[in-house]
């Protein structure tokens, strides 16, 4: 079942308890986060930060964000990916510099 994403910024948060809200772009009722709904986030969210978002319905009623995302912020995957691309980038130009010096070492 595939899900409409919400987006809205990030209102208040409580970094010490790993909660906070969000007011949604739509105008609707400020919606509650919880930390576990930015899993694999590169970084922990700021107050500010927009907020892109599923909605779910608790047990007790309420509803919630889940599957959430910061814009702009890589998943760790990402970051990881983007990490490994440019250690690889390196080593091409180190083997690259490295062939070139001894070129020049065997031509003389």
Known sequence: MTRAQHKGYLKAWKDNRGFGFVKPDDGSPDIFIHISALNNMARRPNKGDTIYYNIAQDSDGKYRAIEASIEGVPTLEEKKSASFKKLMALLATVIGLI????AIMSSQ
């Open 99 to 102: 062939g070139a010096a001894l």
